[in-house]
C-alpha cells in the first residue's frame, strides 16, 4: 500500500530559528494535508494542497504541492515557543477517499 | 472547518470490558473515519463510517473487534471490544465536509486499558 516517509523524525532548533520538513512516497497523491498535534489533543490542520506545484501559505508557513505528486513540504519561518509539537503530513489517494499518514516530525525549541 | 466533540475524553478500563466513543459533529457530513494513534505513533484509519450502510474496514481491522454505529449525518460511535492492554491508545474521528480528501479531527479519546 502507499506510504509516507517523513524527515526528520525530530528537530531541536533555536527560536528564531527556521524549519523545514518534508514527505516523500513512490506512490501519486491527490491531495496533500499538514497537520499540526499537540499534546493531549487531536491533529489540527495548518495547510491543504489540492494541486501539483501549488505553493501556499499561512502565515509563517509555507507548504508546497510536489510537481510529481509524490512529494510535500513544509517550512516554518522565525520560530517561536507555540510551534512546538509534532507535525505530521498526510496525502489524499486519488479516487479512495482515505488519507495516508506520515510518521510525524516532532518539532523542539530551545528558548 | 467543522466543531468536532468526542465522548469520553479519556477512560481507563479493565481488560476483556467493552468501550464506546461517540464522535458529534457541528453539521451534516458525508464522509466520518475512525483512527487510532498508539503511543508515539502516527495515525492509522481504522475505517470509514457510511451513514445508512456497514462501515469500510482497513486490513488488519474487523467488525467484531471495533462495531461502529452511523446513525445519522451528524453522528458516530465507536466500540473497542474485550479490550486487552494492547488497545491502550487514543482513539481519534474525523470528517471530511466536502468530499475534498480534507479531513479534520475531534480531540481525540486517551484510552488506557489494565
Known amino acids: 500500500g502507499q506510504q509516507l516517509n517523513q524527515s526528520p523524525q525530530s528537530m531541536f532548533i533555536q527560536e528564531g530559528e527556521d524549519v523545514s520538513m518534508n514527505c516523500t512516497s513512490s506512490?501519486?497523491?491527490?491531495?496533500w494535508l499538514w497537520y499540526k498535534q499537540d499534546p493531549g489533543e487531536g491533529p489540527v490542520l495548518l495547510i491543504a494542497?489540492?494541486?501539483?506545484?501549488e505553493l501556499t501559505s499561512n502565515g509563517r508557513l509555507t507548504a508546497q504541492f510536489g510537481i510529481t505528486r509524490k512529494d510535500s513540504f513544509l517550512n516554518i519561518s522565525a520560530s517561536i515557543p507555540s510551534d512546538v509539537g509534532i507535525y505530521f503530513c498526510?496525502?489524499?489517494?486519488?479516487?479512495?477517499?482515505?488519507?495516508?499518514f506520515g510518521q510525524g516530525t516532532r518539532l523542539t525549541i530551545n528558548p | 472547518s467543522a466543531v468536532i466533540s468526542q465522548k469520553p475524553s479519556r477512560d481507563i478500563c479493565q481488560r476483556g470490558t467493552s468501550l464506546t466513543i461517540q464522535c458529534q459533529v457541528d453539521?451534516?457530513?458525508?464522509?466520518m473515519f475512525w483512527y487510532r494513534q498508539q503511543p508515539g505513533q502516527s495515525l492509522t484509519l481504522i475505517a470509514t463510517?457510511?451513514?445508512?450502510?456497514?462501515?469500510?474496514?482497513e486490513s488488519g481491522f474487523v467488525i467484531d473487534k471495533f462495531p461502529i454505529s452511523r446513525p445519522n449525518l451528524t453522528f458516530s460511535t465507536l466500540t473497542v471490544s474485550n479490550m486487552s492492554p494492547e488497545d491502550s491508545s487514543i482513539y481519534l474521528c474525523?470528517?471530511?465536509?466536502?468530499?475534498?480528501?480534507?479531513?479534520?479531527f475531534g480531540p481525540g479519546t486517551r484510552l488506557t486499558v489494565l
Open positions: 494542497l489540492y494541486k501539483a506545484g
Open positions: 474525523s470528517v471530511d465536509k466536502g468530499n475534498t480528501d480534507t479531513q479534520y
Open positions: 498526510a496525502g489524499g489517494i486519488q479516487g479512495a477517499q482515505k488519507l495516508v
Open positions: 506512490s501519486i497523491f491527490n491531495t
Open positions: 453539521s451534516q457530513v458525508t464522509m
Open positions: 463510517a457510511n451513514q445508512g450502510s456497514e462501515a469500510t474496514y
